[in-house]
C-alpha cells in the first residue's frame, strides 16, 4: 500500500537489489503481491504471444513477464488489445543500474509513455501486470459463459470451470445461474 501510494504521489520507488528481477519489480510496482505467477518471456512471434496472452488475460493473480526492447512496443499493444486499456501494469527497465526506470499506469498509459519515448525501449524489462478483478468481469459475459459450458456439463462443473476462466467465486456463479434459469 505504501509504495502504491508513493507511485499515486509522483514520489520515485527505488527498489534495493535482489536475486531475481521479478522479486525487485514486484517490491517497487504498487500492484498486489500476495499471489503473482512468472510467466517468463512471452512468445516472440505475434500469433503466438497473442495466444499466450488471450490464455493469461482471466489470470486473477499478478502477472510478472520478461521482455527485450525490440519487442516491448508489440507487447504492450497486444496486451492493450486484449486486456483492456484500464488494466494496470508496471514497466520495470533497467533494474538496478544508472538509468533504471520504473512506471505504473494503466496499459493504454503505458503505450502512450512508450510511443512518446517517456519511457525508453532500452535495456531489458520486467512486465508487472494486474491480475483480473473480479468487478472486470460484468455478470452479463460470467452467465455467458456458464451458459456455454452449461450445455454440456452439470451445473457444479459449469460454474467450477466459469470460475476458472473468470475469477469470479464458484458459488456466486453459481446462484448467477441458477438465477438465469428462473
Same mark, same amino acid.
Given at each position: 500500500k505504501l509504495v502504491?501510494?508513493?507511485h499515486d504521489h509522483g514520489i520515485q520507488v527505488v527498489p534495493l537489489p535482489g536475486p531475481l528481477a521479478v522479486i525487485t519489480a514486484l517490491s517497487a510496482c504498487g500492484l498486489?503481491?500476495?499471489q503473482f505467477v512468472y510467466a517468463g518471456y512471452p512468445p516472440p512471434r505475434t500469433e503466438a504471444r497473442r495466444k499466450f496472452l488471450q490464455a493469461q488475460q482471466a489470470e486473477s493473480r499478478t502477472l510478472v513477464l520478461y521482455e527485450?526492447?525490440?519487442?516491448?512496443? #508489440?507487447?504492450? &499493444? &497486444?496486451?492493450l488489445e486484449i486486456f483492456g486499456p484500464e $488494466?494496470?501494469?508496471c514497466?520495470?527497465? #533497467?533494474l538496478t543500474k544508472q538509468y533504471e526506470q520504473i512506471v $505504473? &499506469?494503466?496499459l493504454a498509459g503505458i503505450h502512450d509513455k512508450l510511443q512518446n519515448e517517456t519511457i525508453k525501449v532500452k535495456g531489458e524489462f520486467v512486465v508487472v501486470i494486474e491480475g483480473l478483478q473480479q468487478a472486470q468481469t460484468d455478470d452479463a459475459e460470467v452467465l455467458r459463459i456458464h451458459r456455454i459450458l452449461s450445455e454440456k456439463l452439470s451445473p457444479k462443473d459449469a460454474a467450477a470451470l466459469t470460475a476458472k476462466i473468470t475469477g469470479r467465486k464458484k458459488n456466486e456463479i453459481y446462484k448467477l445461474g441458477l438465477n438465469d434459469n428462473e
Open positions: 502504491a501510494a508513493a498486489a503481491t500476495s527485450a526492447p525490440h519487442r516491448i512496443v #508489440e507487447l504492450v &499493444d &497486444d496486451m $488494466r494496470r501494469i514497466i520495470a527497465r #533497467e $505504473r &499506469d494503466t
